[in-house]
Each structure stands twice: as structure tokens, then as C-alpha cells.
């Protein structure tokens, strides 16, 4: 059963820390979206890519944030230096071009950081 | 710009219907999702809309108007299970996809 896998499931870090997290998107799928939850705002959407290259950052604070797709089979999402409220869960999750009843969006079970 | 709105809460008694609805103000419209999201979980696919209409599928049925840029989630037969957060998410532009806060559901026995 294929699906979105992301790591770490959970990060504890300091403030002032780099963190990294990774998504391997299921195999085939050309778009990769980063979404941060949060109770006060829900689902944000980051940056997204389709076929690696960036579509969309402008969700990212990018002074801190930064979203990579070194390969087809990753995708990258660091914080440098994390803050306190970049506590949240990170989502992940991949899909088609042409997004469809027969082709969603698939999440990966998303990266708890909390930043102390 | 976009902008998602759905009621943040809803209250629903087992075995009853429950709608749940959505409007959306979006650039370029391709589809509609609902997602379903239990506590502490990832988002899962419920059902996709891009033509106005009803699609049902088992005890779950979406409904799209694009002139009104509205939708809703059908819920029949509440169970307990069913208590969860329902998203609503546009798919845009370049195949943008933003949701809404999402809507959390209680089920009361």
C-alpha cells in the first residue's frame, strides 16, 4: 500500500536550532505540498512542487524557512533558527499534476516539532 | 486572494444527518476536496467535486454549486466513529491547493 513517509515523527529542539524534516512522496506522484497545522489556523500551506521545481513558497516566513526537492524521491523542509511559535505538526503530502477522485492528495502522518 | 469558510463546530446526535458546509472565494477553481481528519491523525480523502452536482458515495455525499462557490458534506447515519474534524480544500490555479480551518464534529450518543 503505498503511502507518504515523513521524518522524524516528533522533534523536541531549542530555540535557535536547525531543524530538518523529510518527506518521500509516493513513487509516480509529481506534486509535493508542505502544510503546517495548527489549532488556531488549521492547515497553511508552505510551498508546493510539481515535477521538483517550486511553484509556490509565499506561505513560508522566508527569513527562517526554506523547501527543497533534491531528488524525485524527497523533499526537504528546514527551519533555520527555530522559534518557539514554529511549534505546530508539518504535513507533507503528494499527488498528480491533475488532482481528481481518482488521483487526491495522499498525507504523510506529518512531523510534531515543538520548538522550547 | 482565497478564503475558505466553513462553521468551526458542529453537534450531531448517532444515527442522525449532519451537513456541513463550505464557501469558498478562490483564484481559478479545478475541484473541490473534503478531507477527513481524526484527532492526532493525517487528513484522509473523502470525496472530490468539480462539476456542480451531487456525488454520493455510501453514507457520504458532497454537493458543489461553482456559481455560488459553495459545497457541502452529507453525513447519514452518524456513528460514533464519524466524530472528527471535515475539511474543505480548493484546488486552484496551477493546482493550488488550500484548505479551510477545518470543522470539528461531535457525535452524542
Known amino acids: 500500500d503505498a503511502r507518504v513517509t515523513q521524518t522524524p515523527r516528533h522533534k523536541v529542539t531549542e530555540m535557535g536550532q536547525e531543524v530538518t524534516m523529510r518527506c518521500q512522496p509516493i513513487l509516480g506522484h509529481n506534486t509535493v505540498f508542505w502544510y503546517r497545522q495548527t489549532m488556531m489556523q488549521g492547515l497553511e500551506l508552505l510551498a508546493y512542487?510539481?515535477?521538483?521545481?517550486?511553484?509556490?513558497d509565499s506561505g513560508m516566513p522566508k527569513d527562517r524557512f526554506s523547501a527543497e526537492m533534491p531528488d524525485a524521491t524527497l523533499a526537504t523542509l528546514k527551519i533555520q533558527p527555530s522559534e518557539p511559535r514554529d511549534s505546530a505538526v508539518y504535513f507533507c503530502a503528494s499527488g498528480f499534476e491533475q488532482s481528481s477522485y481518482n488521483s487526491p492528495l495522499h498525507f504523510g502522518n506529518g512531523t510534531r516539532l515543538t520548538v522550547t | 486572494g482565497q478564503n475558505i469558510d466553513q462553521p468551526t463546530e458542529m453537534t450531531a446526535t448517532e444515527g442522525a444527518i449532519v451537513q456541513i458546509n463550505c464557501t469558498y472565494q478562490?483564484?481559478?477553481?479545478?475541484?473541490l476536496f473534503w478531507y477527513q481528519q481524526h484527532a492526532g491523525e493525517a487528513p484522509t480523502f473523502l470525496s472530490y467535486n468539480v462539476l456542480d452536482g451531487l456525488e454520493e458515495k455510501g453514507r457520504f455525499s458532497s454537493f458543489l454549486s461553482r456559481s455560488k462557490g459553495y459545497s457541502y458534506l452529507l453525513l447519514k447515519e452518524l456513528q460514533m466513529k464519524d466524530s472528527a474534524s471535515y475539511l474543505c480544500?480548493?484546488?486552484?490555479?496551477?493546482?493550488?491547493?488550500?484548505f479551510g480551518k477545518g470543522t470539528r464534529l461531535h457525535i452524542l450518543p
Open positions: 480544500a480548493v484546488i486552484g490555479r496551477d493546482d493550488k491547493i488550500i
Open positions: 478562490t483564484s481559478g477553481f479545478n475541484g
Open positions: 512542487f510539481r515535477n521538483r521545481a517550486p511553484l509556490d
